[in-house]
């Protein structure tokens, strides 16, 4: 059963077409997983178990009578718990939306149940994803299943968990400042941040924001682009949306590397501080095995603008605009670390904010710049491995001068791939010596999303991750 719920998504696939594995069998063995796993967990917020046995017998039945086969027929996949789901909880990770039950899908959540997979439910979040760990006033803080007392990472750290811990080989996640990126690497998985508008965000409180993406966190990279070709695609009702159809992300994990320029850095050039130096050589180490794939391997001095600042202005701005009138309505319902954003993005002025955005497009210009040369971009994903479930934002790992590693520091390697909308995939590369897993980003070109697919699992080749399991049993 263990073996089963570790299966990757397209061996399912291949499985359950053959008719040589049942969807029913393969969603008890996943549901009696989470029964066991989620109370130490803590990865779903909630599990829709009666729905799930509907649709694998659904997904059965299609198959057993030859009707046409679905992309991702018979297969669990979770929600993250951010994304409405039509007459299933979504609770935002809010106090404010804690018995909330959406009337229409979000446009991922509806093209997943029309892919024709078994959804277990709504994924942990901290509260609208405003941090980079998942605990909220809902319920219990998501756990690292490499460690459990340490954090999953956030904002997607029950998606993580939850593929870390075979509760499921396809989660979706999102992705604001890293929260798809944060706890693929805290975790051990793969996870993709698509190019900005690869996926539609619909509804959303501020299409123009350009800054969060949705994407695919599994255990495989093919499993990422068999899980993305569902998911991907435009869609009228958010204006930013690329108008064009997926590529075949599958058969892109099938191309070669000869000849791409690939870039190494192990600081972006401003966290020169913020980078363990265990997890800074892990990393290095992963990147310098791309010129075994054919790739020509560089490391430039790079000279970006530091974001920092204005990222913090931007994102203290976005959130603390959205939740302003509930922090004056219920106080007590707001954590500590978002009422210090709403407090702090009060204080700012238009103008401050203005030349924030002014800012962001200076450093687009710079990266836009810098991949007129390479192809890639490789870094470390987070600069440390998970830190304890219990410390709060500003109680961090220390950095390598001592200093606690406060929540922006925390992902310089993450928000400046939001900001200009380039993809960017984080893969498994290794673990440190307390044994918990590293991460190393690989960065494309604009639109190149199928190029970061094929770079991922040419490395994923040469060094595969997924034999490695947390020690839950």
Known sequence: MTDLCYTPAVELRRLIRAKQVSPVEVTEA??????RLNPVLN???TVTPDLARQEARAAEARVLEGEGVLPLDGIPYSIKDLEPTAGIRTTFGSKFFEHNVPAEDGVVASRLRASGGVLLGKTNTPHFG???MSDNLIGPPCRNPWKLDRTSGGSSGGAGAAVAAGLGPLAHGSDGAGSIRIPSALCGVFGLKPSFGRVPSHPNTDYWSARSHNGPMTRTVRDAALMLSVMA????????????????????????LKGLRVAWSGDLGYA???VAPEVRAIAERAARRFPDLGCDLEAPTIRWPDPREFHKVIWQVSIGSRMIDRAIERPAWIEPTLMQMVLAAGRLSAIE???ALLARTVFYQAVREFFDTYDLLLTPQMP??????DAGANEGPPDVQGRPLLFLDRVPFMYPFNFTGYPAASVPCGFTAEGLPVGLQIVGRWHADAMVLRAAAGFEAIQPWAEHRPPLG
């Open 30 to 35: 996943v549901l009696s997983r989470i029964d």
């Open 43 to 45: 990865a779903f917020i």
């Open 384 to 389: 440390v491995a998970a830190w304890s479930v």
């Open 353 to 355: 904010y203005a030349k």
């Open 130 to 132: 405003h941090k980079d």
């Open 233 to 256: 695609g435009p869609d009228p009702r958010d204006p930013l949306t690329i108008d064009a159809p997926p590529d075949d992300y599958l058969r892109a994990c099938e191309g070669d």
């Open 272 to 274: 020169t501080s913020e």
